[in-house]
Nanobody, 123 residues
Framework: QVQLVESGGGLVQAGGSLRLSCAAS????????MGWFRQAPGKEREFVAA????????YYADSVKGRFTISRDNAKNTVYLQMNSLKPEDTAVYYC????????????????WGQGTQVTVSS
């Protein structure tokens, strides 16, 4: 059974940090590009960050560039999102996703999704 399970969300004050993790099972993790997306109430799910299947390439949404870092450990079948200098507008449910392509930032090219983890940033 293919599964992505996110963890690490929570409530944090503005300026604080959180580290999200996404553990994958049931797939050849190193053959998938991984991405993080987020969805705020009343808004569409949007791209946050992506990493290529071997970690050589990364890409970030402008809104998080310089504050968030995506990384992966293929030996642990896990992708991470380190979030620093958090802002209230970062409040959302964060989802990790897997794509069978080597690298993509396009939401429709991700076909495996986790259940999401809530991140709330208070002002």
């Amino acid at each position: 059974q293919v599964q992505l399970v996110e963890s690490g969300g929570g409530l944090v004050q503005a300026g604080g940090s959180l580290r999200l993790s996404c553990a994958a099972s049931g797939l050849t993790f190193s053959s998938y590009a991984m991405g993080w997306f987020r969805q705020a109430p009343g808004k569409e799910r949007e791209f946050v960050a992506a990493i290529s299947w071997r970690g050589a390439s990364t890409y970030y949404a402008d809104s998080v560039k310089g504050r968030f870092t995506i990384s992966r450990d293929n030996a642990k079948n896990t992708v991470y999102l380190q979030m620093n200098s958090l802002k209230p507008e970062d409040t959302a449910v964060y989802y990790c996703a897997a794509s069978p392509l080597s690298f993509t930032i396009l939401k429709y090219q991700y076909n495996i999704w986790g259940q999401g983890t809530q991140v709330t940033v208070s002002s």
